[in-house]
C-alpha cells in the first residue's frame, strides 16, 4: 500500500512540475506559428500574379487565414539587443498579450505619424516577452515590420517608471514615435521607453 501511495505521489510531483514546461513550450509554439504565418503572408503578398501561376503556389490557406486573421497579427517586432521577436497584435487584453506584443489600438499606426504604443508582460508562462526591456540603451534599435511589408527602425532615446494609470504615454504628436510598455515593481507601476523613427 505504501509503495502505490509512493508511486501516486511521485506521479503527481511530476504532473505539478512539468506543467511550468508546458506553459513555454505552448507560448513558444504559438509564437512560432503566428510569425511564421505572417511572413508566409507577406511572401505570398508580393509574389507577382504571373509567379504565383508559373510555380503552382497556392494562396494562404483558409485554415491559417483564419488563424492569423483570430489573433489580429498586425506585424512582427525585432530587437537585437535582446534577441526578441515576437508577433505584434491588435489590441492590448489579456488574451492577446498571451499570443504577442500589442499595441494599443487608440494610438498611432507602426511607421506613421503619432505615437504608437506597444504593450507586453514582463515575463509569463508563455514566454519571456518584454522581461528584460530595461536591459535596452540609448541608441539601441527597435526594427518592425507591418503588414505591408515595410520596414521601420527606430531608436532608444529616454526611458521613464510611471504610474499604472498615467495616459500621457498614449499622447500623440506630429512626428512618428514609439512607446513600449511593460509592468515594473511587480505591476504597480509601468516601465517606458520611448524611441524615435529612425530614417534610414
Given at each position: 500500500?505504501?509503495?502505490?501511495?509512493?508511486?501516486?505521489?511521485?506521479?503527481?510531483?511530476?504532473?505539478?512540475?512539468?506543467?511550468?514546461?508546458?506553459?513555454?513550450?505552448?507560448?513558444?509554439?504559438t509564437t512560432n506559428e503566428l510569425v511564421e504565418l505572417f511572413e508566409k503572408n507577406l511572401r505570398q503578398e508580393y509574389m507577382e500574379d504571373g509567379e504565383k501561376e508559373e510555380k503552382g503556389e497556392a494562396l494562404i490557406s483558409e485554415a491559417d487565414a483564419a488563424l492569423l486573421a483570430s489573433k489580429d497579427v498586425i506585424g512582427l517586432i525585432e530587437?537585437?539587443?535582446?534577441?526578441?521577436?515576437?508577433?505584434?497584435?491588435?489590441?492590448?487584453?489579456?488574451?492577446?498579450?498571451?499570443?504577442?506584443?500589442?499595441?494599443?489600438?487608440?494610438?498611432?499606426?507602426?511607421?506613421?505619424?503619432?505615437?504608437?504604443?506597444?504593450?507586453?508582460?514582463?515575463?509569463?508562462?508563455?514566454?519571456?516577452?518584454?522581461?528584460?526591456?530595461?536591459?535596452?540603451?540609448?541608441?539601441?534599435?527597435?526594427?518592425?515590420?507591418?503588414?505591408?511589408?515595410?520596414?521601420?527602425?527606430?531608436?532608444?532615446?529616454?526611458?521613464?517608471?510611471?504610474?499604472?494609470?498615467?495616459?500621457?504615454?498614449?499622447?500623440?504628436?506630429?512626428?512618428?514615435?514609439?512607446?513600449?510598455?511593460?509592468?515594473?515593481?511587480?505591476?504597480?507601476?509601468?516601465?517606458?521607453?520611448?524611441?524615435?523613427?529612425?530614417?534610414?
Amino acid at each position: 500500500m505504501r509503495r502505490i501511495v509512493a508511486v501516486i505521489l511521485i506521479t503527481v510531483g511530476l504532473a505539478a512540475l512539468s506543467v511550468p514546461f508546458f506553459y513555454q513550450f505552448y507560448g513558444s509554439y504559438t509564437t512560432n506559428e503566428l510569425v511564421e504565418l505572417f511572413e508566409k503572408n507577406l511572401r505570398q503578398e508580393y509574389m507577382e500574379d504571373g509567379e504565383k501561376e508559373e510555380k503552382g503556389e497556392a494562396l494562404i490557406s483558409e485554415a491559417d487565414a483564419a488563424l492569423l486573421a483570430s489573433k489580429d497579427v498586425i506585424g512582427l517586432i525585432e530587437i537585437e539587443a535582446l534577441e526578441l521577436r515576437y508577433p505584434i497584435v491588435e489590441g492590448a487584453d489579456s488574451r492577446q498579450l498571451s499570443h504577442g506584443i500589442g499595441h494599443l489600438s487608440d494610438t498611432g499606426a507602426i511607421g506613421q505619424r503619432g505615437n504608437c504604443v506597444l504593450a507586453g508582460h514582463r515575463g509569463s508562462r508563455y514566454g519571456a516577452y518584454f522581461k528584460y526591456l530595461n536591459r535596452l540603451s540609448k541608441g539601441d534599435v527597435v526594427k518592425i515590420t507591418d503588414k505591408e511589408g515595410h520596414v521601420h527602425h527606430y531608436e532608444v532615446d529616454s526611458w521613464e517608471v510611471v504610474g499604472p494609470y498615467d495616459n500621457s504615454i498614449k499622447a500623440q504628436g506630429e512626428e512618428r514615435e514609439l512607446t513600449l510598455l511593460t509592468c515594473e515593481n511587480k505591476g504597480t507601476r509601468r516601465l517606458i521607453y520611448h524611441c524615435s523613427y529612425k530614417e534610414e
